[in-house]
C-alpha cells in the first residue's frame, strides 16, 4: 500500500492551494482519512478528517478555510485549503486507516506560504 501526496508548494498569503492523497495497491476496507501538518519545530498536528459516513471534523485553527473531502471509488481525500496564512507553512501529511490493515501514511507535501 502507498499513500501518494500532491498539491503542496509556494503560494501568498490569501491564496489557494488543493492537496490530493491518493491510496493505491491492495488496500480496502478504507475507514478513516486525515490530514495532518508539521511545521519546523513543532509537533505534528492533526488539521482535517473525514469518516467513512463523510463526516469531518476540524481543527480550530483551520475552520472555515479549509475543507476536506474523499473519492471513494479513487481512495484518493483531498484538502481545499483556502485563505492561507503564513502559520499555515508545514509539511502535510495524510493518513488512512482502514479496519484490517491499520493506519498507513504519506510520505509529505510541503506547504509554503508567504507574507
Known amino acids: 500500500v502507498q499513500l501518494q501526496a500532491s498539491g503542496g508548494g509556494l503560494v501568498q498569503t490569501g491564496g489557494s492551494l488543493r492537496l490530493s492523497c491518493a491510496a493505491s495497491?491492495?488496500?480496502?476496507?478504507?475507514?478513516?482519512m486525515e490530514w495532518y501538518r508539521q511545521a519546523p519545530g513543532k509537533q505534528r498536528e492533526l488539521v482535517a478528517r473525514i469518516s467513512g459516513r463523510g463526516t469531518t471534523d476540524y481543527a480550530e485553527s483551520v475552520k472555515g478555510r479549509f475543507t476536506i473531502s474523499r473519492n471513494n471509488s479513487k481512495n484518493t481525500v483531498f484538502l481545499q485549503m483556502n485563505s492561507l496564512k503564513p502559520e499555515d507553512t508545514a509539511v502535510y501529511y495524510c493518513?488512512?486507516?482502514?479496519?484490517?490493515?491499520?493506519?498507513?501514511w504519506g510520505q509529505g507535501t510541503l506547504v509554503t506560504v508567504s507574507s
Open positions: 493518513l488512512v486507516g482502514t479496519f484490517l490493515l491499520g493506519t498507513f
Open positions: 495497491g491492495s488496500i480496502r476496507g478504507i475507514n478513516v
